[in-house]
């Protein structure tokens, strides 16, 4: 995916000539001009948003609103369990880089697992980090002009948006603790709540990490292990000329990347995604693959690229690099500090695939030897199983979910 980022720094720059008017952020919003896209043919399923689709397919949400004590304003989907009961804990959802909420149901209710959770009678809150579309509010600090709102990478997403979260499960549902599924970066943001704010660890009756990412120390994807070596130019590049915030859903590159997968799911989306993380054509449903592609892009800062730019050339799982000065004032030495993983005394199910070539088998062995309450490090059999298969390969349920659903059910009557 990282190599929208070359092209959005050609879109970027452009933009800049056009704007004329460096340092200051570029703001712009494309409208979300449906009565064209209906008269292309788009899929609606593409341009609903999550309310929408979760009531086409026949399911309940609700939209919540959470405040971090750092300010941001999250957008939260709540699918209740379509149960008269519900079971165990209320489950978090947490997306990946570059996704929100509704990579959890963009594949249907054959698919999704939010939906597929809430039919087997869970309380389902699918979450969305700051930043991203559904999450783009401060209570102060205004993301279109102040480039401080951007200021931010997983760090902030596991220590100030989780924990905020799953207070907010807890007390909205009167249940002591809940149960966490991360997706590739929502696993991350999990490692580092539990090593920053490990008072949180005891809120989590079962933490699920599906492609698991800290270390990334044996990345497969040649193009985004290049990409990597330049992330801190990159995000510098992109400060200085105004675009501290990339692939937003209001962009232009969210708009072609939408059109083409519309026009070209497996040629061109399944490419973009094999060369990145070594997807295996057909093992996701191409209308799913046209469906995600018009949710992903859903907004980033150009520090979290940066930040996993630093994870993968560092080869250690440990805090953004402010530079030395920086560094000083931030944490008090010339180096970021390692999270230390000792403190993530959650218990923890990591589930992870043979082809994946973003958390790669070794890079997830050496996390899971760190981790102190492992349950279990679970390798999907397939071996073509790859990074987003997890979330919506057509063999997700069979491989991924009731792996999961067994666990909840075991869980439920600790
Ligand atoms: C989703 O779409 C509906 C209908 O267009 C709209 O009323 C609602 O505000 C949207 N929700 C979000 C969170 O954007
Ligand atoms: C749920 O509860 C209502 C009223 O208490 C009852 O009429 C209905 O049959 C129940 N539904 C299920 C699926 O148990
Ligand atoms: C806790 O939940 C109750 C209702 O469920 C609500 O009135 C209250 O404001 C919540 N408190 C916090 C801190 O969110
Ligand atoms: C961004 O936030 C970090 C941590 O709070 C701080 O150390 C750093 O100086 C900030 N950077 C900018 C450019 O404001
Ligand atoms: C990590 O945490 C453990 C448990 O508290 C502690 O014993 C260890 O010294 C810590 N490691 C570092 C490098 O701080």
């Known amino acids: 995916m990282l190599f929208l980022a070359v092209f959005s720094v050609i879109i970027c720059l452009q933009d800049t000539v056009l704007a004329g008017n460096p340092k200051k952020l570029i703001s712009y919003s494309l409208a979300d001009n449906r009565p064209l896209k209906k008269a292309l043919g788009y899929d609606e399923d593409v341009y609903f948003n999550f309310t929408e689709l979760s009531t086409k397919y026949g399911f309940l949400s609700e ?3 959470v405040t971090t004590e750092d300010g941001y304003i999250l957008g939260v989907f709540r699918i209740p369990s379509t149960c008269n009961t519900t079971n165990g ?3 978090i959802l947490m997306h990946g880089l ?3 909420s509704d990579a959890w149901i963009v594949a249907g209710p054959k698919v999704g697992l939010g939906y597929i959770l809430s039919s087997n009678c869970y309380d389902v809150w699918a979450a969305n980090g700051r930043g991203t579309a559904y999450s783009r509010n401060h209570v102060k600090l205004d993301p279109n002009k102040d ?3 951007w200021n931010y990478s997983f760090d902030e997403n596991g220590k100030y948006d989780l924990p905020a979260i799953v207070d907010y499960v807890i007390n909205a549902t009167d249940k002591p603790k809940v149960y966490y599924v991360g997706h590739s970066q929502g696993t991350t943001d999990f490692y580092v709540m539990g090593a920053l704010r490990p008072e949180y660890n005891k809120k989590i009756h079962l933490s699920v990490s599906l492609a698991p990412i800290a270390y990334m120390k044996h990345m497969k994807s040649l193009l985004l292990l290049i990409i990597a070596q330049q992330t801190d130019l990159l995000k510098d590049t992109l400060d200085e000329i105004g675009f501290a915030e990339i ?3 209001h962009q232009l590159i969210h708009s072609i990347v939408e059109k083409v997968c519309q026009i070209a799911p497996e040629p061109i ?3 973009a995604l094999s060369i990145t993380t070594g997807y295996k054509h057909e093992s996701i449903s191409s209308k799913t693959l046209s469906v995600a592609f018009g949710h992903l892009l859903a907004g980033i800062s150009s520090k ?3 930040h ?3 994870l993968i050339v560092s080869q250690k799982f440990q805090r953004y690099d402010e530079g030395k000065e920086g560094n000083k004032v931030r944490y008090g030495g010339v180096k970021p500090p390692e999270y230390n993983l000792t403190l993530v005394t959650s218990p923890l199910l990591l589930v992870c695939g043979k082809n994946d070539w973003v958390s790669s088998l070794e890079d997830v062995n050496e996390l899971s030897a760190r981790l102190p309450n492992m349950v279990e490090e679970y390798v999907v059999p397939d071996p073509s199983w790859s990074h987003n298969n997890h979330l919506w390969g057509v063999n997700a349920p069979k491989y991924v979910f009731s792996k999961i659903l067994a666990y909840f059910k075991e869980y439920d009557l600790r």
């Open 63 to 65: 939209e919540h609103s």
């Open 98 to 100: 570059l996704d929100s």
């Open 308 to 310: 996993f730019g630093q």
């Open 147 to 149: 480039a401080e709102y």
């Open 304 to 306: 979290t690229l940066a």
């Open 89 to 91: 804990y209320p489950v």
């Open 247 to 249: 692939f937003g859903k």
């Open 269 to 271: 989306c399944g490419t």
